[in-house]
């Protein structure tokens, strides 16, 4: 079983710039979701996809947007970049349905600095 | 609103001590789930548990046991002769009982996390 993974592991931008982070799904799993981790703090839910489609979103500005793909892999992007962006991105995956749903697996994420 | 609360920033604790992680949560949805994870240095969080609201039996795998308490809100989280191999960020998180139906919406909230120290 394949576990959810993300590239790149690392990455530096500068202020204004557009990033796109990406996330394969655990094989089996239909819904993506992505949050962010601030150095010191819990996780904060960005966006859900599942179908393909945005299911829910957190309190994140429209400058933060997604994408999911026929295979259920998912993009997360970002356009013109702040420095409070820097952060830990985290996608996890999940089974819509069935004895386990809700449960979300987690990738290494994606360590975005923003100078 | 949902709120789940951390109040250890950091635990150190010497090798085969017991340590409880506390976790208090906020939620006024009376369908809810409970998780805890673990983030080694690595980054990725691990899942460790998961319960529902209407469960309150405690659980035990291994050297790991949980705690739940509807009536004061509360998930605590025990580890037993602790290891060095358990030094990492563990997470209490919350989320609401499913919105819409089929596709199962909801989001994780969790708290800042609790640092453990195993020292040798």
């Known amino acids: 079983e394949t576990g959810v993974t993300q590239s790149p592991t690392h990455l530096i931008k500068t202020r204004g710039q557009q990033v796109t982070l990406r996330c394969s799904s655990q094989s089996g799993h239909n819904t993506v979701s992505w949050y962010q981790q601030a150095l010191g703090q819990g996780p904060q839910f960005i966006f859900q996809?599942?179908?393909?489609?945005?299911?829910g979103r957190g309190n994140f500005p429209p400058r933060f947007s997604g994408l999911q793909f026929p295979n259920y892999s998912s993009e997360l992007n970002v356009n013109a970049l702040e420095l409070d962006d820097s952060a830990l991105y985290l996608c996890?995956?999940?089974?819509?349905?069935?004895?386990?749903?809700?449960?979300?697996?987690f990738g290494a994420g994606t360590r975005l600095s923003v100078l | 609103a949902q709120k789940v609360t951390q109040a250890q920033t950091e635990i150190s604790v010497v090798e085969k001590e017991d340590v409880t992680l506390d976790c208090v949560y906020e939620?006024?949805?009376?369908?809810?789930?409970l998780f805890w994870y673990k983030q080694p240095p690595s980054g990725e969080l691990v899942f460790l548990i998961r319960r529902n609201s209407f469960d309150e039996q405690n659980e035990i795998s291994g050297r790991y046991s949980w705690n739940f308490q509807k009536s004061t809100s509360s998930f605590n989280f025990t580890i037993t002769a602790s290891q060095v191999v358990d030094s990492a960020v563990y997470f209490c998180a919350l989320s609401e009982a499913e919105r819409y139906s089929g596709a199962g919406s909801y989001q994780l909230t969790f708290g800042k996390g609790t640092k453990l120290s195993v020292i040798p």
């Open positions: 939620t006024r949805d009376t369908t809810y789930y």
């Open positions: 996809y599942y179908r393909e489609e945005e299911n």
């Open positions: 996890a995956s999940s089974l819509a349905g069935g004895s386990v749903k809700n449960i979300q697996y």
